[in-house]
């Protein structure tokens, strides 16, 4: 191996336990990637044995080796926490042992499969909730997950590659980390690896490069992946160095961003995720969801399943970070304009569906035309920004 890799390796082990030292609080590191077998966990686990070399107490808490032969060689050093066993539907199912891990309380342990949903009846639902309490109650995690997983991004994703991702984390988990690593490789590397078995079984491999491993896809991820990483590290160097802003130059922190939705699911998901995209872009101050109910939205005029989707997106909503605004108006321009006065907004996100076609609805009398037309009329800097779905 180069010298000037393993130079590189060293002083990212040293800074990374530096960090550890200095807080109380664990200190948690994510390494980000574009797709399975780019090697975030051998990059993980490379990590825990350079902590291991240092005199760190490491713990390999939970990994997934796929049977990689390079990522299986990675375990012969750092201790490995014997996974829990538990029954569901009368099965046998393994988990990360959650309780064991506070219980010995390393001073690092390693997490794979951040976006892994727990089996029911867990402490908790999701595994990166896990890495939470880990990392609160002072034991520093290093972890791993694919761009494909941030909940913000669910609708870019399934437009690029047609895969409905259910295992989600939320955004505010990378912004709130205090590394995050974008482990790439290029496209032709990516493919190269699953063509020669390195990722998958030898009879998954046609089938995965003809759907999700195709260039294209590839190519977009990738693309999803180093501009988040981008971001972060815009907004680190920011916070850390008092330098300049990068947020545009036309936008700057004190925006303050209202999301518009109604009880149409789909397009709520598809708003409240880009408009946390568009807050976390622009550095904004606030940003807010709108649920404006209408006489024909009462609880006695809508179904069940369509409460129980709205108060499903409120949820994400908050999950995203935004604060949630309920009132109960008729007139649902007005509303909003009154809203969006109140709170200082300074960028409205609504949205508008394809079905009926882009320019006839901007055209005639609707919700939609009417708003453009009064925040046009009346609204001062107030800009609009449509969500198409």
């Known amino acids: 191996m180069p010298s000037a890799e393993n ?21 948690l590191k994510i390494y980000l990637g574009l797709a399975a077998g780019v090697g975030k966990t051998y990059r993980m686990l490379q990590e825990a044995n350079d902590l291991h070399a240092n005199g760190v ?37 393994e988990e990360m042992d959650l309780d064991a891990i506070e219980k010995r309380r390393p001073q690092v342990v390693i997490v794979d499969e951040l976006a892994h949903s727990n089996v029911p009846g867990s402490r908790n639902q999701k595994r990166w909730q896990d890495v939470e309490e880990l990392v609160k109650s002072g034991i520093s ?76 896809n590839l190519l977009q991820l990738r693309r999803l992946a180093v501009r988040e990483v981008a971001q972060l590290l815009g907004r680190q160097v920011e916070n850390e ?72 997106n409120l949820q994400l909503a908050v999950e995203l970070g935004a604060q949630i605004l309920r009132v109960k108006d008729d007139n649902v321009v007005a509303a909003i304009q009154r809203i969006a006065q109140e709170k200082s907004a300074t960028l409205l996100v609504c949205g508008i569906t394809r079905e009926k076609g882009l320019w006839q609805q901007l055209s005639r009398s609707g919700v939609t035309h009417d708003l453009l037309t009064a925040v046009a009329r009346d609204s001062g800097d107030l800009d609009v920004y449509l969500v198409t779905y």
């Open 7 to 27: 130079d590189l390796r060293d002083q990212s082990a040293e800074r990374f336990l530096r960090l550890v030292r200095e807080k109380r609080r664990g200190t």
């Open 57 to 93: 107490d490491v713990l390999v808490g939970y990994v997934e080796t796929h049977g990689r032969a390079g990522t299986v060689a990675q375990l012969s050093e750092v201790p490995l926490l014997a996974r829990k066993q538990v029954f569901y539907k009368g099965h046998a199912v």
């Open 141 to 216: 995690v290093i972890t791993a997950v694919n761009v494909q997983h941030l909940e913000s991004l669910h609708d870019q994703v399934l437009k690029i590659t047609g895969t409905d991702v259910t295992e989600r984390i939320p955004d505010q988990l990378l912004r709130e980390a205090d590394e995050v690593v974008n482990v790439d490789l290029t496209v032709g590397e990516l493919r190269g690896r699953l063509e020669q078995g390195k990722i998958y079984d030898a009879a998954k491999v046609p089938t995965a490069l003809a759907n999700f491993f195709q260039p294209e």
């Open 241 to 312: 160095t008092g330098g300049a802003s990068a947020v545009p130059a036309q936008r700057r922190n004190d925006d303050r961003l209202l999301a518009c939705i109604n009880s149409n699911a789909q397009a709520a998901k598809e708003i409240i995720r880009k408009a946390s995209r568009l807050a976390d872009r622009f550095g904004a101050a606030a940003w807010y969801v709108l649920y404006v109910q209408t006489g024909r939205e009462s609880a006695d005029r809508i179904g069940l399943a369509t409460q129980r989707h709205l108060l499903n």
